[in-house]
């Protein structure tokens, strides 16, 4: 399955944006999808994780009641609102994806997932 993350930009403090992480190449609709995001000279954090079958969703401590992760299946396409946001949450985006109903457990970890987007860029100013 092939990738592409899109929709990030550069927005103030308090704004919102969705992101949207579009796949290709296989139904989506199988695979847990993840969300992180790397700040220059940081690892990558986890964001938040929806997975294949339902469920309640995985969020990160730092976006929890801010960010919400949601899938369209008809769409092949997974987004994530962003609301409220912080200068802290400037970094770049990256979704990855993986077959299969993964365990809670296991989504925070970004070696856990197969296949990644290229990123995209997210610049809140203060």
């Known amino acids: 399955v092939q990738l592409q993350a899109s929709g990030g930009g550069l927005v103030q403090a308090g704004d919102s944006l969705r992101l949207s992480c579009a796949a290709s190449g296989r139904t989506f609709s199988g695979y847990t999808v993840g969300w992180f995001r790397q700040a220059p000279g940081k690892e990558r954090e986890f964001v938040a994780a929806?997975?294949?079958?339902?469920?309640?969703?995985n969020y990160g401590s730092s976006v929890k009641g801010r960010f919400t992760i949601s899938r369209d299946n008809a769409k092949n396409t997974v987004y994530l609102q962003m609301n409220s946001l912080k200068p802290e949450d400037t970094a770049v985006y990256y979704c990855?994806?993986?077959?299969?109903?993964?365990?809670?457990?296991?989504?925070?970890?970004?070696?856990?997932?197969?296949?990644w987007g290229q990123g995209t860029q997210v610049t809140v100013s203060s």
């Open positions: 990855g994806a993986s077959f299969g109903r993964m365990i809670l457990s296991s989504a925070w970890s970004p070696r856990n997932y197969d296949y």
């Open positions: 929806v997975r294949t079958g339902g469920g309640t969703p």
